[in-house]
Structure formats: structure tokens, C-alpha cells
């Protein structure tokens, strides 16, 4: 359809895969979907191959494909973050008038998008970033969508992006998060938690395929059966797929013939650097991101390759076991990851007072996305029973799932260790689980040390105040 009367609900620009496939959700959901990309072809090929799925209007131009959209006006961008981004705004900008809304789809840092929802601002626009997760299959089929912005655009655009996301229970995957930078920062943490997930199922693939010595078809039947009980999620589920998947060209496990190289697009160093600046501790997360820039340092692997390991331990004995320890160890190491992602999710809010609530974002993880599990239903109820929760370890179910998984959290820990396996991600969670309920830690020493050298300070047990010793003196104890 080529005219462009005022008549789309929402526009699209920017029509690879994930713009394309979600084009597709609204017009499959009877929207009628204004579509633009700087290459036309682009646009022709979607209407050519999906048209008859709904209600397309084709442009050629921005003024064209503002023109077509219904007041207040919804654009939908989807295209690379960074200054892609910004060059598309300003043309929409420039095209838009006071009321309308431009919707930030992509990766995009939530820094950037603070910055772009003030500029908009001052021009009378609504801005919102929208962290969007579920890949492409999501796009199409249902996503989590996690919309900031000013709340008033969410009466406008709330129920189309309802509408298109995935659904649990009846409920939508997809709600207002907060102002500004809200939404992104909350996708960016979500990410975050991807990583932390993904590298804790390669690790526990690990010791299956090095410790035990398991084929990888039998590996798969583990991670299945594994889908079916408490770790019930979306990637211990496609885990067991890849698997599955034999290479047709070799006939070996295609696992076996894939580069261990990992790739990382950036969210996964974001939410650590945030993390860094907020004083979070995300140390499974930051693991996760260090172990994919190691897996890609391939020529210094190469070389080190002759590097002693001195003497190994043997195999575990009962492989049965040793396999009900590793899905324990999974479990409890989740758990971390999870409870340290709404550690920063809290922080962000009180940083930039967005008043974010993690029981609403626990609901709409719960479909669509890369993360969603079965768990997600206990962090909701968790969160809801104590919307004040120090720390998702402390919730009456996840303290006690934990309790019961430790010791097998330690025997996994030790048998990789001391057969040689590294699992950075496993024994990064259990030693900030171990930290989080030690009495004392050894930062006493570390105030000590830096008021040594430096004149830091530091405070008493037994009294109140702030102290220095003075060491380069008679070593008395003065009040700072």
C-alpha cells in the first residue's frame, strides 16, 4: 500500500530482522504499522513476502512516514545504537510535532538514552527508551519489553506494546519501568544477568564433558531433564537443543566444531562498569564478561597451552552424584546472579530515583525473554511478601533452596579445582555467598593498610567516631 494518509497506530524504522519481526507482531495483532528503512528494497521485501499477515503502510521518506501516523504520533526505532540512533531521532525530531513519541528499541546505553529523553523534552517530544528482550523469535511472537519515558506516554503507548509482548498467567510481559533511562538501564541489567546465566550452563557443560567424561548426546538428556524441574528455563532448554544438533559435515556434535570464542556485544561490560560506579558487587556477571574476553584471547591461549597444572585429582567416583551436585551448584549459583542483578536494579533506582520496583520486573522476565524461568514466579512472590528485601539470598524460599544446595556447591567447587576445570563463574557466586555471611571480612586489615600509607581513616567497633593512628609518629590513636 503506497498512500499515507494519517492511519498507522505505530511506525517502524529500521527493518532488519528484529525491526521487520516486530513490525510484524503489531500488524499480526491488528495494528496498522507504518514502515520505513533508508533502504526501500528493505521495506518492499517485508510487504512482498509478509503482507497478507496485516495492515502495512509503505514510505519512502521520513516526512512520508511521519505523515502516515495517527496522533499522538508512535515511532518505533530499531536500529544501531549509538550514532545511528542519534541521526534517526533528529530526522524524526525535525518531522514530529509537540505530544508525539519516539520509542528507542534498541541496545542503547541508558546514559544515552537520559540524555536523549531531556533533549526531546525541551522540544515538547516524549522519548522512550524500551529494552526489548527475546531475540528474534521475541520479536515476532511475543518479547519483554521494558518501556521508560514520561508516564504519559505510556497511556498512549502502553497497550500497543502490551498487546505484541509475551503473556504469562493472563498478565502482559511489559510495563511502564520509570522515567528516562529506566527502561535501558533495566534491559542492560537483564543482559547482565544473560551473561551470568549463560556462563554458569558452559561451565556446568564443562565438568559433565571433563570431569565425568560424559558424550555430549548424554549431556543433552541432562540439561533436558533438567528443563523439566526447578531449573525449568528458556536456556536450559536450548541448551539441551544445541546439544542435540550433530554437524552435517563432520558428523560430530556441533559443539564440537563451533570456536570456543565467545562474543559479546557490550551489554554485558555496561551492566559490569555500572556496577563498578553504583558499588555493586556483580561478581558473577563480571565473571561472565571476563570469561568471554578470555575465551577470545585465542593466540595467548594457544601459547600457554604447555603451562603447568601440577598434580590433578582423579574423577569423582559416583557420576550420578557428582551430576545432582552440578545441578544443585547451577541452581544456587542462579540464585546469585539474580539476587546481585536486583542488588544493582535497587541501586540504579535510588541513584537516579526512578522508585523501580523488582516485583514488576520479576513478572514480565517471567516471558518473552532471553532469562526467563520458572523461578522468576518465586522471585515475584518473594518480593511481593517483602517488597524491602535486603537481598534476594535472604527470602525465606531462595535462603533455604541455597542451604540445602551449599554442600554441593562446595564439592563442585573443589573437584574443579582441584582437577584443573575452571569455573570462574561457580566460585566467584559461592565466595560472595560465603562474604555476604561472614561475620567478620578482611576489610579491617584493608582500612589498616590504606590508613597506613594514606591518612584514610577508619571507624571502631566499640565506639562511635571516625580515627587515625599516627604511624609515621608515636602510633597513638587520635579522633579524625
Not at 518479547?143 to 498467567?169: F, Q, R, T
Not at 525473554?369 to 511478601?385: G, P, Q, T, V
Request: net charge negative; with cysteine.
Amino acid at each position: 500500500m503506497t498512500e499515507t494518509a494519517a492511519r498507522a497506530q505505530i511506525g517502524v524504522t529500521g527493518l532488519a530482522v528484529m525491526g521487520s519481526n516486530i513490525a510484524r507482531n503489531f500488524a499480526r495483532h491488528g495494528h496498522t504499522v507504518a514502515l520505513h528503512n533508508r533502504s526501500i528494497a528493505k521495506t518492499d521485501a517485508l510487504i512482498e513476502k509478509h503482507g497478507h499477515e496485516g495492515d502495512f503502510v509503505r514510505t519512502e521518506t521520513v516526512a512520508e512516514f511521519v505523515a502516515a501516523l495517527e496522533k499522538p504520533r508512535r515511532v518505533l526505532i530499531m536500529v544501531k545504537a549509538g550514532a545511528p540512533t542519534d541521526a534517526v531521532i533528529e530526522e524524526l525530531a525535525a518531522e514530529m510535532e509537540e505530544g508525539d513519541i519516539i520509542i528507542d528499541g534498541g541496545n542503547s546505553l541508558y546514559t544515552d538514552t537520559i540524555r536523549r529523553e531531556a533533549a526531546m523534552s525541551e522540544r515538547g517530544l516524549n522519548f522512550v527508551g524500551a529494552g526489548i528482550s527475546g531475540g528474534e523469535e521475541g520479536a515476532l511472537n511475543g518479547p519483554s519489553i521494558m518501556p521508560g519515558g514520561p508516564a504519559k506516554s505510556y497511556e498512549s503507548l502502553g497497550p500497543l506494546l502490551e498487546s505484541i509482548s509475551a503473556h504469562v498467567d493472563g498478565e502482559p510481559c511489559c510495563t511502564h519501568i520509570g522515567p528516562n533511562g529506566a527502561g535501558h538501564f533495566v534491559k542492560m541489567v537483564h543482559n547482565g544477568i544473560e551473561y551470568a546465566d549463560m556462563q554458569l550452563i558452559g561451565e556446568a557443560y564443562d565438568l559433565m564433558r571433563k570431569a565425568l567424561d560424559l558424550p555430549v548426546a548424554e549431556i543433552a538428556d541432562v540439561f533436558r531433564e533438567w528443563n523439566s524441574g526447578d531449573l525449568d528455563s528458556y536456556l536450559v532448554e536450548i541448551t539441551a537443543e544445541v546439544l542435540s544438533q550433530v554437524d552435517a559435515e563432520t558428523g560430530k556434535p556441533l559443539v564440537d566444531v563451533i570456536v570456543d570464542a565467545a562474543g559479546q556485544k557490550g551489554t554485558g561490560r555496561w551492566t559490569v562498569k555500572s556496577a563498578l560506579d553504583l558499588g555493586i558487587p556483580t561478581t558473577g556477571i563480571a565473571e561472565a564478561v571476563f570469561a568471554r574476553a578470555l575465551s577470545s584471547a585465542t593466540d595467548q591461549r594457544k601459547q600457554a597451552q604447555g603451562l603447568a597444572s601440577g598434580t590433578l585429582a582423579a574423577a569423582p567416583s559416583d557420576k550420578a552424584t557428582f551430576i545432582d551436585d552440578i545441578n544443585k551448584a547451577l541452581y544456587a549459583s542462579k540464585v546469585v546472579a539474580y539476587a546481585q542483578g536486583f542488588d544493582q536494579i535497587a541501586a540504579g533506582s535510588k541513584e537516579y530515583d526512578w522508585n523501580l520496583h523488582p516485583g514488576d520486573l520479576a513478572t514480565i522476565w517471567r516471558g518473552g525473554c532471553i532469562i526467563r524461568a520458572k523461578f522468576l514466579n518465586r522471585i515475584r512472590d518473594a518480593y511481593s511478601e517483602n517488597p524491602e528485601l535486603p537481598s534476594l539470598l535472604l527470602a525465606p524460599y531462595f535462603r533455604e533452596a541455597v542451604e540445602n544446595a551449599v554442600d554441593s556447591w562446595r564439592r563442585v567447587v573443589a573437584t574443579a579445582t582441584t582437577m584443573g576445570i575452571p569455573v570462574p563463574a561457580f566460585a566467584s557466586s559461592l565466595s560472595y555467598y560465603d562474604a555476604l555471611r561472614a561475620e567478620r571480612l578482611p576489610a579491617a586489615l584493608t582500612q589498616g593498610l590504606r590508613d597506613f600509607f594514606g591518612a584514610h581513616t577508619y571507624q571502631r567497633v566499640d565506639k562511635e567516631g571516625t580515627f587515625h593512628t599516627l604511624w609515621s609518629e608515636d602510633r597513638t590513636e587520635i579522633e579524625a
